[in-house]
């Protein structure tokens, strides 16, 4: 299906280069004929390549630290002016451990690199629901769109404080997406992804061991940074017109699998 976006306006954060999941659902968005702006922190925007994917896309890019709240106002303010209306769409595609960058263990971790991760990966979700909701900047019926990672429900040892943060950031998706749901039908959901080979994802220590395992349990395998920004497209759209509150499970099946044969045949391979 084309032109699904037609006609909307968005705020896309976090496409920090060519691997990231947010700049492949930027260029899906600008495919289907949305308008939007792009934002990353200043820090952020210094490492990637996000001039390139404007240029790109024909879109501005707005700097703003998410965990600020006079940069969300700037950004919802300035993002109106430049797209000449209500936002419609809205990624939040934010993330960052301290702890897991400095591979501090769970148990030992540092509590203020904790409440940073909080600040920036989960509250920083919060401010923004709530600085659009306060200036009236998401448009009825709009949606956002937040990526997380299953291990916010399931015990992986490597993701340290990372799955407490996501848990929060799902928790804050379902309780913001039902206050905002009542009052302006406005969709709040979480999308959790498989797996992916991003700049982010590559940085936790055994990824690569584990994005094996992982696409040997999903029947369809992992699911990829592109058919990711298919789903969000969706999650856009006015097709799912109904659906908020909820945490979407896009891994190939993964979730709901408990052990496949093919991992089986990997811990115990026949004798000849």
């Not at 280069?17 to 925007?45: C, R, Y």
């Not at 809205?90 to 960052?96: C, E, F, K």
């Not at 509590?111 to 989960?122: H, I, L, N, P, Q």
């Not at 058919?227 to 006015?238: E, N, P, Q």
């Amino acid at each position: 299906m084309n032109n699904l976006l037609k006609g909307k306006r968005g705020i896309i954060t976090g496409a920090l280069d060519k691997n990231s999941i947010a700049w492949k659902i930027a260029e899906k968005a600008h495919e289907q004929g949305a308008t939007f702006v792009l934002t990353n922190a200043p820090i952020a925007m210094r490492m990637g390549e996000i001039n390139e994917l404007a240029e790109k896309t024909g879109s501005q890019i707005i700097p703003a630290d998410a965990t600020n709240t006079e940069d969300l106002e700037n950004l919802y303010i300035k993002a109106q002016e430049i797209l000449g209306g209500k936002i419609d769409f809205v990624l939040h595609s934010i993330g960052m451990s301290v702890n897991i960058r400095k591979k501090i263990p769970y148990v030992d971790s540092n509590y203020d690199y904790f409440m940073k991760g909080v600040d920036v990966s989960a509250l920083s979700l919060h401010k923004m629901l709530s600085i659009a909701k306060h200036l009236d900047a998401i448009s009825e019926g709009g949606s956002v769109v937040a990526l997380t990672y299953m291990a916010a429900q399931r015990t992986y040892p490597f993701y340290t404080d990372m799955a407490d943060i996501k848990a929060m950031l799902e928790s804050i998706a379902r309780s913001f997406g039902y206050h905002y749901g009542v009052e302006k039908k406005v969709r709040i959901n979480t999308v959790s992804q498989s797996p992916t080979k991003t700049t982010a994802g590559t940085g936790i220590k055994g990824f690569n061991d584990f994005y094996d395992y992982a696409d040997a349990i999903a029947p369809l395998g992992n699911a990829d940074a592109e058919s990711c920004a298919d789903y969000c497209i969706t999650l856009f759209s006015d097709l799912t017109r109904m659906v908020t509150m909820q945490n979407l499970f896009h891994d190939g099946g993964y979730s709901s699998t408990g052990v496949s044969a093919k991992v089986m045949d990997m811990l115990y391979p026949e004798q000849e």
